[in-house]
């Protein structure tokens, strides 16, 4: 790419558009090449027995895979990334490469759910001990700590509940004892918030969500702060972590039209909500880019944007049966656990945890909402005649 202007000095849109490829190493083709390939051959037995040449088998690395990394290397501003085959199992790479046998890790109570089943189901095994911290505690997350922590996992917004948590408070109070500091940022994605630059070591992606962006590919990526960068490298490649070369092309593909796609995704959801706040049957809306909701200030702080996942509850006294009614009676909406692409999901949800401001009913309802391109108008069209079947 010839180019007058420092990396460093060009807007993140410019970076989505140029970081990680560099038409000069491929004949001046824009895109770089997919490389399909395992074997790599050395031209000598001396190059081959040092390993002094870059690649030298293709799981640990191609031409592909290194500019998606190399991209969002230079976006999310880290020492290092790596590639994993989904979400979860870029989470679980990421909390391995900082714990061992003997150690004991913080997790947000409203992490992603199957966050939650990895650290209840593997950890335990590996004699790692797991405490859940309730996500309000914003800086009193320290009066958790025992003297073998070594991690502490964040998410913002919380899965589910949506509400925001003080993630520079956690890693400041975190990097007192020499902990590393975890953060899934897949609702925000690397363009909307750079976890790594307010202390985070560890920022992780569902780059199957927003990065990709169109609901054809599982992705995972990990970027490394310098103190977390030594052990993920060394765990990735001991687990033989690697992604096909098509999906790293595809996840390359949706990273050059992210800023646009979560524009309007952006755009649309605030148009739903601005409609769903005066519904009768709706009660609290959950979505922290929002003047009203509790988490606000801390995600104006910490945010430069939102995403398209947000989620509502019903009034209290609405049943299951109405729930599903409204479910089952949606036609845009798609019933689907994923989010990110270009379609609008739902699904039903029952909240547990606690918001940072008020606590959640059990009792309550509630529905997961990600809005997707379509336009707006017509979004809101079919949850007017969903909740007409479901309420009247």
């Known amino acids: 790419m010839k180019n007058n ?4 000095e060009t807007k993140l849109d410019t970076k989505l558009a140029h970081a990680g490829r560099d038409p000069a190493n491929f004949h001046g083709f824009v895109n770089p090449p997919v490389v399909h390939a395992s074997t790599v051959l050395y031209p000598d037995s001396q190059t081959l027995v040092t390993g002094s040449q870059k690649y030298s088998y293709a799981r640990r690395g191609n031409p592909t895979t290194d500019s998606l990394e190399d991209a969002l290397k230079e976006i999310e501003g880290a020492a290092g990334v790596k590639l994993a085959n989904s979400g979860l199992n870029a989470i679980s790479l990421a909390i391995l490469s900082c714990v061992k046998a003997g150690d004991h890790i913080l997790i947000a109570d409203t992490a992603y759910g199957p966050t ?19 996500p309000a505690l914003g800086a009193g997350v320290k009066s958790l700590y025992k003297p073998n922590t070594t991690a502490v996992f964040t998410e913002a917004p919380g899965s589910l509940t949506f509400e925001m948590m003080d993630v520079p408070a956690v890693a400041a109070t975190a990097h007192e004892i020499g902990a590393t500091v975890l953060m899934d ?19 992780i992606q569902a780059g199957t969500k927003y990065i990709v962006g169109h609901s054809d590919v599982m992705l995972g990526t990990i970027a490394a702060s ?20 098509d999906d790293v092309y595809l996840g390359l593909r949706g990273l050059r039209t992210l800023s646009v796609r979560l524009e309007r995704h952006e755009k649309n959801t605030a148009t739903v909500l601005n409609w769903l706040k005066d519904q009768p049957a709706v009660g609290a809306l959950r979505y922290p880019a929002l003047e009203s909701d509790p988490g606000y200030e801390i995600w104006k702080r910490d945010f430069s944007g939102a995403s398209g996942l947000c989620g509502f509850d019903f009034t209290k006294g609405t049943t299951e ?7 089952d009676a949606l036609t845009l909406f798609g019933l689907g656990y994923s989010w990110g692409g270009f379609e609008s999901l739902a699904i039903p949800v029952r909240l547990k945890g606690m918001r940072s401001a008020t606590p959640i009913d059990p009792d309550l309802h509630a529905i997961r909402l990600h809005i997707g391109l379509e336009d707006p108008e017509d979004l809101i069209k079919d ?9 009247k």
């Open 321 to 327: 049966a109405q729930a599903h009614a409204f479910l």
């Open 116 to 134: 939650r089943h990895f650290a209840d189901t593997v950890l335990p095994g590996l004699n790692v001990e797991v405490e859940y911290y309730d």
């Open 226 to 245: 310098e103190k977390a960068w030594d052990n993920l490298h060394k765990l990735h490649g001991a687990m033989g972590s690697h992604v096909a070369p």
């Open 185 to 203: 940022n897949t609702w925000a994605s690397p363009l909307y918030c750079q976890p790594l630059s307010f202390g985070v070591d560890l920022s």
């Open 383 to 391: 949850l007017e005649q969903a909740l007409d079947k479901a309420f």
């Open 5 to 8: 202007t420092s990396k460093s």
